[in-house]
């Protein structure tokens, strides 16, 4: 019996907390623009908030990762998810920007917390032959629980505009319970406690690493991962508040649109996504993705019968949804023996692009609702030229 087979109980409950967490991640979102509106919160407030989370997420991501390393998966992970559920409920009942903010530092530590403890004892579970069906299970119930959110999101907000955020918060505690009460403590597998050594590069700190970055042979993929991170975070930032202020989508409109477009994007992962980059290679599927999704955002600045506007969103998300993995299989492609190291630098640009882009975002909306969507067309059509260009050096291993 294989390793995944004796521990498949473990993935479960790691797979159903995760499911629970990103379903109370994802049901906030369509609810966002009204929660706003009754703050009498700004466009720019709500970019600053989206990169507060995911500031404190790259900035405590290493450190999790080190303490889970020391006092066990299994206390980061609930101990993470009651820090989770705590962001959410305040959030929820915020009057203040100052609340606001603390709520979204809180869930970036969160989630810097549970992640590379899921992603660790998932790696503890399994062999090397297991690994990737084993993080394929993981990211399915991350995937499953941001399509199913917005949907269940847009009608509990029925109940109340700050009835999400509390769901949300319950469904973390439940998950931390859950964990605390069933879920076993991991122990690596023998065949990784014997692999001690690390290469040189991956033993750099984070601001070494992007410091001589510019040095490896793969650093325009890095400034097109970073580009790329921008122009999509500028253009996911606004969606909510663009729909809402343009068109006057509610919840239910909103979560309509985000979840079909999520399913979309989800059932070609899991089904033609492979023979996609086997066709086509990855460099051509990056570029075709980068060009789709650049013209069909600035289409969304022409469009105004909601089936017009769910078409064209429809084509961005499974547009965004090739993009993001394509892009990730790309960077292994180009990684050989230096998986770890660019793995962490090809996570340190994307975090830098959800930083800066929903920041840039948050005040071109506040300037004018179209800025926010002509500037993530610039920047994804630039970062479209950029594949095309100076193909050896930057895609130098990939398939063309």
């Not at 690596?188 to 001589?212: C, D, I, M, N």
């Not at 979309?264 to 086509?280: D, E, H, K, M, P």
Request: with cysteine; proline share 4%.
């Amino acid at each position: 019996m294989t390793l995944l087979l004796k521990n498949r109980g473990a993935l479960l409950i790691l797979m159903f907390n995760l499911l629970l967490v990103f379903t109370g991640i994802g049901l906030v979102i369509p609810i966002m623009p009204k929660f706003m509106e009754t703050l009498g919160i700004t466009g720019g407030i709500v970019g600053l908030l989206v990169a507060a989370f995911s500031l404190t997420q790259l900035l405590f991501s290493p450190l999790a990762g080190r303490l889970s390393d020391k006092f066990g998966r299994k206390r980061m992970i609930v101990f993470g998810m009651l820090v989770f559920a705590f962001s959410e409920a305040l959030f929820g009942v915020a009057e203040s920007s100052v609340l606001l903010f603390v709520s979204r530092l809180l869930g970036g530590i969160s989630a810097a917390m549970i992640m590379p403890a899921v992603m660790a004892y998932a790696a503890d579970i399994t062999t090397k032959e297991e690994r990737a069906s084993g993080m394929g299970f993981i990211n399915a119930a991350i995937t499953t629980g941001f399509i199913i959110g917005p949907g269940i999101g847009g009608y509990i907000a029925e109940f109340g505009i700050r009835a999400p955020f509390y769901a949300a918060g319950a469904a973390g505690v439940l998950a931390a319970v859950i964990n605390l009460i069933i879920l076993p403590e991991s122990k690596p597998v023998q065949e990784e406690l014997a692999e001690t050594s690390v290469p040189g590069k991956e033993k750099r700190g984070f601001v070494t690493q992007l410091r001589y970055s510019y040095r490896e042979p793969y650093f325009l993929a890095l400034i097109i991962v970073f580009v790329m991170s921008f122009g999509l975070a500028n253009f996911e930032t606004v969606f909510g508040l663009f729909v809402d202020h343009k068109f006057g989508y509610g919840p239910k409109d909103i979560a309509f649109i985000i979840t079909f477009g999520s399913i979309a994007g989800a059932v070609v992962q899991v089904t033609i996504f492979s023979w996609i980059l086997r066709t086509f290679g990855e460099r051509r599927v990056i570029s075709v993705c980068l060009l789709f999704a650049g013209l069909f955002i600035v289409l969304t600045l022409f469009v105004h019968q909601f089936w017009m506007v769910f078409a064209v969103t429809f084509i961005i998300f499974l547009a965004i949804d090739i993009l993001r993995p394509a892009i990730s299989t790309q960077m292994s492609m180009v990684a050989k023996d230096q998986q770890g190291y660019v793995a962490g630098l090809n996570s340190a640009f994307t975090s830098l692009g959800n930083i800066a882009g929903p920041i840039i975002a948050g005040f071109l909306f506040d300037a004018n609702i179209n800025y926010p969507y002509t500037l993530a067309c610039v920047v994804l059509l630039l970062c479209f030229a950029l594949t095309l260009s100076d193909r050896k050096r930057s895609l130098q291993g990939a398939r063309t």
